[in-house]
């Protein structure tokens, strides 16, 4: 009898654990107020939650272009026509100090 007790305490505990976690997890996804503000030319062009994958092109007017990609909480830019390509080398951001600038097409992006 006691070793039944035991036993369905433990499973009780597990359960405990398990429920807790998904909670925690799905509070912690909820709680992420996190986005990518883009801007072109010194203003606002685009902001996206970093929850929601997605690819955006943005059309500039020197007719370049800019593939900005949002994926798993991160951002970075897929592919630019800028000459030196750095905002490409400057990967994934995800965190509010981090930004990604392309100097010849005046794309600013960073986290909030
Ligand atoms: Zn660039």
Request: with cysteine; charged share 20%; aromatic share 2%.
């Given at each position: 009898?006691?070793?039944?007790?035991?036993e369905s305490?433990?499973?009780a505990?597990l359960?405990?654990?398990?429920?807790?976690?998904?909670?925690?997890l799905?509070?912690?996804?909820?709680?992420?107020?996190?986005?990518?503000?883009?801007?072109?030319?010194?203003s606002?062009?685009?902001q996206?939650?970093?929850?929601?994958?997605?690819?955006m092109?943005?059309?500039?007017?020197?007719h370049?272009?800019?593939d900005?990609?949002?994926a798993?909480?991160?951002?970075?830019?897929?592919?630019?026509?800028c000459?030196?390509?750095?905002?490409?080398?400057m990967?994934?951001i995800?965190?509010?100090?981090?930004?990604?600038?392309?100097?010849?097409?005046?794309?600013?992006?960073?986290?909030?």
């Open positions: 009898m006691m070793i039944r007790i035991k305490l433990g499973i505990v359960l405990i654990i398990a429920v807790g976690s998904m909670l925690v799905h509070l912690a996804q909820q709680g992420t107020g996190i986005k990518a503000v883009i801007e072109v030319d010194g606002v062009y685009k996206v939650k970093l929850t929601e994958n997605r690819t092109h943005i059309e500039l007017k020197n370049h272009g800019v900005i990609v949002v798993d909480g991160k951002v970075h830019v897929e592919h630019s026509t000459p030196d390509g750095i905002c490409e080398k990967g994934e995800g965190s509010p100090e981090e930004t990604i600038v392309c100097l010849p097409n005046k794309v600013l992006i960073y986290v909030q």
